[in-house]
C-alpha cells in the first residue's frame, strides 16, 4: 500500500491527475450502479404502484357515487311503482272498492240498488273487473257520484251509462241511473303461469 502511494506520488503530475480521475470515474460508476440505480428502480416501481391505485380510487370513486345514482334512481321507481300500484293493485281488492262505492253513493244523496261485480277479462298485463251498477238520484247526485269516482287513487272507469224512467220524488226529478263501473287489477305473468300450471295439473 505504501509503495502505491509512494509510486502515485512519484509518477509524472498528468499520470498522478488522470489516474485521480479514472479513480474518482470508478468509484462514481460504482456508486450509481451499486447504490443509486437500485434506488431509482424502487422509486419506479413505488410511483408505478401509486399511479395503479390512484387510478383504482378514481374507478371505485366513480363506481361509489354511480351507485349512489342508481339507488336515489331505483328509490324513484319504486315510489312510482307504489304510486301505480295503488291505481292499478295487484289484487282485486273488492270489497274495499264496493264499501267505497256505497260509502260515495251515500255521500252524494244517491240510492244504490244493484253493485254486482261480473267475470274479470284478462287482458296482456291487468285484469278487467267490471261492476253493474243501478241507482237512483236526480241529476246533480249522479253527477257527484261520477266526479267522486273520477278522483279515486284507484282507476275506475264508467261507461254505457242510461238515464231512464224521470219521475218525481220530494219535490225533484230523480232518475233511475245504470252504468257498468271498471276497475282493473295487474296481471304478475309469473303468478299467471303459476295458476295455469296449478290448473293444468287438477
Known sequence: MDELIERVLKAPPLQRWGGLAGALVLITLLNYFLLISPELTKLEQQAAQQRALDSQLQEKSEIAQNLNERRREMDVLQ???????????????????????????????LEISTVEPTPEETAQIYVKIPIKMVLTGNYHEVAMFLQSLANLRRIVNVNNIQLGSPTLKAEKVVLNTSFVATTFRFLDPKAQADAEKKKARQ
Open 79 to 109: 315510489q312510482k311503482l307504489d304510486e301505480a300500484l295503488s291505481e292499478l293493485p295487484e289484487a282485486a281488492d273488492l270489497d274495499e272498492l264496493l264499501a267505497q262505492l256505497n260509502e260515495i253513493g251515500r255521500k252524494s244523496g
